[in-house]
T-cell receptor
Framework: SQTIHQWPATLVQPVGSPLSLECTVE??????LYWYRQAAGRGLQLLFY??????ISSEVPQNLSASRPQDRQFILSSKKLLLSDSGFYLCAWSVLLAGFSTDTQYFGPGTRLTVL | AQTVTQSQPEMSVQEAETVTLSCTYD???????LFWYKQPPSRQMILVIRQEAYKQQNATENRFSVNFQKAAKSFSLKISDSQLGDAAMYFC????????????FGKGTRLSVIA
């Protein structure tokens, strides 16, 4: 069966510091991968998605970036965090079949980021 | 652009009773999927139920069922025999069935279950 991992679970960082959040998926090959952010009391905002190694699409311009160095690894980064980057970050995956994503996304446990 | 609207920020239900959460969406597409996700206090998003737009039959999963009205672009979730563990944020989501399009989420409804 497929599982998705995220770490760290919780992170407190000062403004201006770098960020690296990691997401890995097990039990599937060549998944579509997604990064979402959920601000307090808000819905989910899609940040990035990837259909393959080195292929990243950005949905929202910001000081965050994403990379996919391996098939089942997705990394969210920042060189300098802002206060507004605080939130709950969720990674998700969906199956890629014949070049297209199937309909259902499955989410990881999330990372709670607080920028002070 | 597609949008998903959940007009009830908060709802409450007595244990063992039934509650319905509302969701409407705006799209010009005819082929798409709709989802309800549950986010408990742990904050992990859990898929509750999904509906293919081409299917007229409403999806059901145990105590969870939907009322899908395609012409009205409405997709409500009914929870029967509510349990304390149903207390959570519920998000309605839409996905166009084309290429690698992402999910579009509503802002959520917080459901409280009263013992």
């Amino acid at each position: 069966s497929q599982t998705i991992h995220q770490w760290p679970a919780t992170l407190v960082q000062p403004v201006g510091s770098p960020l690296s959040l990691e997401c890995t998926v097990e039990g599937t090959s060549n998944p579509n991968l997604y990064w979402y952010r959920q601000a307090a009391g808000r819905g989910l905002q899609l940040l990035f998605y990837s259909v393959g190694i080195g292929q990243i699409s950005s949905e929202v311009p910001q000081n965050l970036s994403a990379s996919r160095p391996q098939d089942r690894q997705f990394i969210l980064s920042s060189k300098k965090l802002l206060l507004s980057d605080s939130g709950f970050y969720l990674c998700a995956w969906s199956v890629l079949l014949a070049g297209f994503s199937t309909d259902t996304q499955y989410f990881g446990p999330g990372t709670r980021l607080t920028v002070l | 652009a597609q949008t998903v609207t959940q007009s009830q920020p908060e709802m409450s239900v007595q244990e063992a009773e039934t509650v319905t959460l509302s969701c409407t969406y705006d799209t010009s597409e005819s082929d798409y999927y709709l989802f309800w996700y549950k986010q408990p206090p742990s904050r992990q998003m859990i898929l509750v139920i999904r509906q293919e737009a081409y299917k007229q039959q409403n999806a059901t999963e145990n105590r969870f069922s939907v009322n899908f009205q395609k012409a009205a672009k409405s997709f409500s979730l009914k929870i029967s025999d509510s349990q304390l563990g149903d207390a959570a944020m519920y998000f309605c989501a839409y996905r166009r069935n084309s290429g690698n399009t992402p999910l579009v989420f509503g802002k959520g409804t917080r459901l409280s279950v009263i013992a």
